[in-house]
C-alpha cells in the first residue's frame, strides 16, 4: 500500500481523478482517524465537481483534528457556495 504522500504525489502528477480517489479511499479504510487523508479526499471529490461529498469529508476531517486544513477548505467551499453576484439578478 501507498503512503498518503506519494498518493498525493502521483495525483499531482496527474494520475486519473478516480483512480486517485480509489486509492485515497483505501488509504482511509486503513487509517480512518488521517485527517489529512479525509481533507486531500475532500479536495479530490471537490475537484470531480461532487461537492457534497466534499462538504462530508472535510466535516469528518474537521470532527477529528479541529485544526486540520480541512477548516480552511471548508471555509473556501462555502464562500464558493455562498457568493452570488447581485449585479447579476437586476436586469
Do not use: C, F, V
Not at 506519494?6 to 480517489?21: F, H, Q, T, V, Y
Not at 488509504?27 to 471537490?46: H, S, V
Not at 485544526?67 to 480552511?72: I, L, R, V
Amino acid at each position: 500500500m501507498q503512503t498518503l504522500e506519494e498518493i498525493k504525489d502521483s495525483i499531482r502528477k496527474g494520475l486519473d481523478p478516480a483512480e486517485g480517489l480509489r486509492l485515497l479511499s483505501e488509504y482511509i479504510d486503513t487509517n480512518p482517524q488521517d485527517d489529512e487523508a479525509l481533507t486531500a479526499r475532500g479536495m479530490q471529490y471537490w475537484s470531480m465537481g461532487d461537492r457534497a461529498s466534499a462538504i462530508n469529508d472535510y466535516l469528518a476531517a474537521i470532527r477529528l483534528n479541529p485544526d486540520s486544513k480541512a477548516k480552511m477548505a471548508l471555509k473556501a467551499t462555502n464562500d464558493i457556495l455562498d457568493y452570488y453576484n447581485k449585479d447579476l439578478y437586476n436586469p
